[in-house]
């Protein structure tokens, strides 16, 4: 484990996977507030048939084009949601299941059809559904740096809006603003931020580094403000910790070991939370049954001293 403050490649996965909990821990906290939890998981699965497609027509493995095909195919998932969702009775969450299924199954059945073509170089897509981010390079750490500061910057600018949608839309689109718009763009910062996250933690597991530190920081705080910036802490701490132990330890993927330090947090923010927190419940119940006890007992003495003067009196 020491090897990562010498180790340069190392150092480049690590900040790499900070930067990626960083980013998406700000932006799932309006993720979660919105009740779309189930939004990253569609995006992540939604991403693959475009990864695919951008394969087949360039015949190379090319992350940045990757990227390209991957965000294409999560801006058309989220079009087809809010369509769904609009024009149908459908609501969002059986939206978002169906918009999975379907875009993940076209892209299992593409990556199937080029493991079985002649294309060369094809091996190694499949990396994308479980992740790989001893892979990464310092190219993929600048990427995910640029989009780091351009989606912290965007909500950092866009909080009250976002806020007000989180909440209370109808009182948002009284104001005068476009909720429609403002849900678009918040879907779409979501795709980017699920798309540049899919190298490191791969399809199937990214979704949860994007709600865990959410759900976490909630049981810290009850100020959204407060909440975003421990959400995006909680998840580059759980970047940080996933790549250390993964240094030391042979075998053991980066990103599958940062979603369980993620739910490791989560774990502890359940049991120590100041206020939702389970000891502090229990330390509440408990600290209001001895107040109720001493309360007992004071009303029964107050009772029997009542009683004796009545009897003195007689």
């Known amino acids: 484990m020491l090897n990562l403050f010498t180790d340069p490649n190392l150092q480049w996965i690590l900040l790499g996977s900070m930067l990626l909990g960083l980013s998406t821990g700000v932006v799932g906290t309006f993720a979660y507030l919105r009740k779309q939890s189930l939004i990253g998981d569609t995006l992540a699965h939604a991403a693959l048939p475009g990864i695919c497609i951008a394969f087949m027509l360039s015949g190379v493995k090319s992350i940045a084009l990757f990227m390209v095909g991957a965000i294409a195919a999560g801006m058309i998932a989220t079009v087809g949601i809010s369509w769904i969702t609009r024009y149908s009775r459908i609501k969002a969450d059986a939206a978002m299941g169906i918009v999975l299924s379907v875009f993940f199954g076209f892209g299992i059945v593409l990556m199937t059809q080029i493991q079985h073509s002649s294309y060369g170089n094809q091996s ?25 500061i351009v989606l912290i910057l965007l909500c950092a600018a866009l909080f009250k809006e976002f806020k007000l949608i989180s909440f209370d839309p109808g009182y948002a689109r009284g104001l005068g603003f476009s909720v429609t718009t403002l849900e678009q763009l918040l ?30 920081a909630r049981y810290w705080t009850d100020r959204l403000g407060v ?20 240094a030391g330890t042979a075998q053991l993927p980066t990103g599958p070991l940062s979603v369980l330090t993620a739910t490791a947090v989560f774990v502890a923010s359940v049991l120590f939370g100041p206020r939702r927190g389970l000891i502090a419940k229990l330390l509440r119940r408990s600290s209001a049954k001895r107040e109720w006890a001493a309360e007992a007992v004071k009303q029964t003495k107050t009772a029997a001293g009542a009683a004796k003067e009545r009897e003195v009196s007689v």
Do not use: C, E, H
């Open 124 to 148: 190694g897509l499949d990396k994308f559904l479980f992740g790989q981010a001893a892979s990464m390079t310092s190219k993929d750490v600048y990427t995910m740096m640029s989009v780091a």
């Open 187 to 216: 879907l779409w910062l979501i795709t980017v931020a699920v798309v540049v996250g899919i190298q490191a933690v791969g399809v199937v597991l990214i979704a949860a580094l994007l709600i865990t530190p959410a759900v976490s």
């Open 227 to 246: 909440m975003t910036v421990l959400s995006g802490l909680f998840g580059a701490l759980s970047g940080a910790m996933g790549t250390w132990i993964s």
